[in-house]
C-alpha cells in the first residue's frame, strides 16, 4: 500500500485539519501517512487519534525551516517526540518571531496605505502559527489585491517592499533539536534547493536522509536522488507536500507514488536509534 509522508494541515498552511487528512488517506488507501507541518506540532495529537479509528498509521513529524550559508534549507523530522519540552520551547521561539516579523508586515502595509489590522490577520491564522500565507489571504479578502499570488507579487514577495526575513535556526541547530527530539533528520525537496554539492557537509552535521520522491521531482530527479541515497547511505522519504486544494499543486494527497518500504526504513533506523539510545 502506498504512503504519503509529507502533509500540511491547518495546524500550519494546510487548507485541511488533521482529522480530514486522516479521513482522506483512510479513502484513499494509504497505510501511513506523516503531518508534517511547518514549524509547529499542533496538529499531530488529533492526527493520531483519528489514525488509530480509521486504521491509518501516522508518523509524529514537522518541517523546520532553516539556513545554510544564506540558502533556505527545509528539514523534515520523522517520529519526533512530539511532547518534548526542549521542541516545544525550540518551536515557540519561531512562533513568537512569526509574530513579531507579521507586526512588522501589518505596520508597513499601513505606510503604504493598506489598512488591515493584526485581529484581521491572527482571525485567517486561526490555530495555526502566523505566516505571510494569512496576511495575503486578508489582502485578497478585504480586496486590496486580485489574487493570493498578486498579495506576494506586490507586498509580501522577496523583492517586494514589505518582506521581512523571517527567523530560522541554522541548519546544524534544526537537525540538532530533531535529534534531541528523538526523531529522523531528512532534507526537504532537495530538487529545489539545489545544493546537491554541500550534502557531504549535511551528513557531517548529522542528516539522516533525503525527500527522494516529491510533487516538484519529475522522475528523472527521482533516479537521481534515489542514487545518491544510496552513495551516501542516506534513509530515503517522500511524499505529496500536501498543502489542501487552495495551493499552486492543488489536493494533492496521495498523488505521489511512494511505496511503503520508504516508511519501513524509517521505522527501521527510528527502531536501532531508540534501541541504542541512554534514555
Known amino acids: 500500500m502506498p504512503v504519503d509522508l509529507h502533509i500540511h494541515t491547518t495546524a500550519s498552511?494546510?487548507?485541511?485539519?488533521p482529522k480530514q487528512v486522516v479521513e482522506l488517506a483512510s479513502r484513499l488507501g494509504l497505510s501511513t501517512i506523516a503531518i508534517s507541518d511547518h514549524d509547529t506540532v499542533k496538529g499531530i495529537d488529533e492526527a493520531l487519534a483519528y489514525g488509530k479509528k480509521l486504521h491509518v498509521k501516522v508518523i509524529p513529524a514537522l518541517e523546520l525551516s532553516s539556513k545554510f550559508n544564506s540558502r533556505d534549507i527545509h528539514i523534515l523530522g520523522y517520529f519526533i517526540d512530539h511532547k518534548s519540552k526542549k521542541l516545544l520551547k525550540a518551536l515557540k521561539h519561531l512562533r513568537d518571531s512569526r509574530f513579531e516579523r507579521a507586526v512588522k508586515i501589518i505596520n508597513c502595509l499601513k505606510k503604504n496605505g493598506i489598512a488591515i489590522s493584526l485581529d484581521d490577520v491572527l482571525a485567517a491564522a486561526g490555530s495555526a502559527s502566523i505566516g505571510r500565507p494569512h496576511i495575503a489571504r486578508v489582502l485578497h479578502k478585504k480586496n486590496y489585491v486580485e489574487s493570493f499570488a498578486d498579495a506576494f507579487n506586490k507586498y509580501l514577495g522577496k523583492d517586494a517592499?514589505?518582506?521581512?526575513?523571517?527567523f530560522v535556526y541554522?541548519?546544524?541547530?534544526?537537525?540538532?533539536?530533531?535529534?534531541?527530539?528523538g526523531g529522523l533528520a531528512v532534507f526537504a525537496h532537495p530538487g529545489l534547493a539545489k545544493v546537491d554539492e554541500h550534502i557531504s557537509d549535511f551528513i557531517a552535521m548529522g542528516l539522516d536522509g533525503i525527500e527522494v520522491y516529491h510533487v516538484d521531482h519529475?522522475?528523472?530527479?527521482?533516479?537521481?536522488?534515489?542514487?545518491?541515497?544510496?552513495?551516501?547511505?542516506?534513509?530515503?522519504?517522500?511524499?505529496?507536500?500536501?498543502?489542501g486544494e487552495a495551493s499552486r499543486h492543488g489536493l494533492r494527497?496521495?498523488?505521489?507514488?511512494?511505496p511503503d518500504e520508504v516508511a519501513d526504513g524509517l521505522k527501521a533506523r527510528h527502531s536501532t536509534h531508540q534501541a541504542h539510545s541512554p534514555h
Open 13 to 17: 498552511d494546510g487548507g485541511l485539519s
Open 218 to 243: 519529475p522522475p528523472e530527479v527521482v533516479a537521481h536522488y534515489k542514487k545518491l541515497a544510496k552513495e551516501y547511505n542516506l534513509l530515503i522519504a517522500g511524499g505529496s507536500d500536501c498543502h
Open 170 to 181: 541554522s541548519l546544524k541547530e534544526a537537525i540538532g533539536i530533531i535529534h534531541e527530539a
Open 161 to 166: 517592499p514589505c518582506y521581512f526575513e523571517k
Open 253 to 258: 494527497l496521495g498523488t505521489i507514488p511512494v
